[in-house]
């Protein structure tokens, strides 16, 4: 039958796309978020692919179903393999796009399931309902991490990356802000270059609003270049303290240090 055909294929889709999405460092937490709510779509594929039956107007149901859900993963898929190659740094100034991008598609996988369900596929109607249990559960965990990536961002905006953003995100390298700031530079030069280039008005203010954005962020990355400068510059000067000058507990540097004999 044509749909358990194509379920065998978005079945090695979803299981190659929740591989990718476990296989990330702890900072891109919200992808492995992802990985985790687009496996509850296991049982339904298994029950699809498994299911040597179905009656015309199902089989046509679901392979068209199916066909979407192909489609809007696949385009997840992209998403996830771009952020998943950024830096710790430029992923938190991402994350609210590669998000909203990848929850864009979720939303129409979410759909298309759906469509199955006002379909009557009787053979379905177990695995759907655990479906739209867990899928909702998954959903709940998958905002709790994008509300955490959304306090990174609001650090690293205000130019704390060793004071707050390493604690969160363990984000330490100067080299990764540095590149960051570069490509955010670069791509502030093409909204620049887009912007000289539009006769259009709406695009303009678009143009412009991107640019704004931009701008802040790329000035938010200075500072943050330069805030942790300082506390490297900072943490070298604490290394050449005697051994009595830190706290046995936390290690930070004692401002009345007492030594006793």
């Known amino acids: 039958m044509m749909a358990a055909g194509a379920a065998a294929e978005v079945l090695s889709l979803v299981l190659d796309l929740h591989r990718t999405c476990q296989d990330v460092i702890e900072a891109k937490s919200t992808l492995k978020a992802v990985g985790r709510q687009i496996e509850v779509l296991i049982p339904v594929l298994r029950k699809i692919e498994e299911s040597s039956e179905y009656a015309p107007d199902d089989d046509a149901t ?17 998403a996830v393999d771009k952020a998943k190659k950024m830096n710790k740094v ?28 006002a379909g009557n596929t009787v053979a379905l109607r177990r695995e759907l309902n655990v479906f739209r249990e867990e899928w909702r559960e998954r959903e709940g965990d998958l905002l709790a991490e994008t509300a955490r990536e959304r306090l990174r961002y609001e650090r690293l905006m205000n130019g704390n990356v060793a ?5 969160v995100a363990d984000i330490r390298d100067r080299e990764e802000l540095a590149d960051a700031l570069r490509e955010m530079e670069r791509e502030r030069d093409e909204v620049r270059q887009t912007l000289e280039s539009s006769r259009d008005s709406a695009s303009r203010a678009k143009a412009e609003l991107e640019e704004l954005d931009m701008a802040q962020i790329v000035a938010a990355l200075l500072i943050a270049e330069r805030n942790l400068d300082r506390s490297n510059e900072g943490k070298a000067d604490d290394a050449r303290l005697p051994e009595c000058c830190y706290c046995p507990v936390t290690f930070d540097v004692l401002l009345d240090p007492i030594n006793r004999l």
């Open 62 to 78: 679901l392979s068209r179903a199916l066909r979407e859900i192909d489609l809007e993963l696949t385009q997840t898929k992209r």
């Open 90 to 117: 430029l992923y938190v100034v991402k994350a609210k796009s590669v998000r909203e991008d990848i929850d864009t598609h979720l939303r129409r996988v979410q759909l298309s399931l759906a469509m199955l369900e």
């Open 163 to 167: 004071e707050n953003i390493s604690g």
